[in-house]
């Protein structure tokens, strides 16, 4: 069943048991799926976004989400920090299974070792495969502080 149909059955499931959290947060991203689907139209498209495009737009919804997160905290927002975790979750269940820090670590060092990376001049490198590679899967934010920590290492490591 493909992503968008997913989120369709879970809608008419959430509004038959009135779950209003859920049904808002299902609106939300049908609403932000339906967006899409008109600004690829206006490119030429006939076709509405496929799957890939769908989970794009999830993952950028889950990354609004924390940057409101963290908005909230300066405000000391705790109600609205609870409603946007909430979100999170829903939104998350839409989405594959993230990689743990230590999985992400662990492709970032065999990328650096597999193409000789070890200068931070060359984190866009990184970057580009992960996204191409592991879009979905990897949290880019942490993936670029790894990929920094690493290289940081490797530039004060003594065996350079």
């Known amino acids: 069943m493909d992503l ?12 038959k048991l009135r779950n209003t959290e859920e049904v808002n947060t299902l609106r939300l ?3 932000a799926i339906k967006n899409k689907d008109i600004e690829n139209r206006s490119e030429g498209n006939t076709e509405p976004i496929n799957d890939k495009q769908i ?3 999830l993952i ?8 409101s997160i963290e908005s909230f905290k300066a405000s000391a927002r705790n109600d609205l920090i609870e409603k946007e ?3 999170i979750e829903i939104i ?3 989405l594959p299974k993230q990689l743990s820090a230590d999985e992400i670590r662990i492709i970032i060092k065999k990328f650096f070792t597999d193409n000789n990376i ?3 001049k060359e984190m866009g490198k ?17 993936a670029g502080k790894i990929a920094k920590n690493l290289l940081g290492n490797q530039c004060h490591s003594p065996n350079q």
Do not use: C, W
């Open 85 to 87: 975790k909430k979100e």
């Open 4 to 15: 968008r149909t997913q989120i369709d059955e879970k809608f008419k499931s959430a509004f």
């Open 92 to 94: 998350n269940q839409f």
């Open 55 to 57: 989970l794009n737009t």
């Open 118 to 120: 070890s200068s931070i």
């Open 126 to 142: 990184i970057m580009s495969y992960l996204q191409l590679n592991h879009a979905g899967v990897i949290d880019m934010n942490l």
């Open 29 to 31: 991203i049908r609403s």
């Open 60 to 67: 950028n919804l889950v990354k609004q989400r924390r940057d």
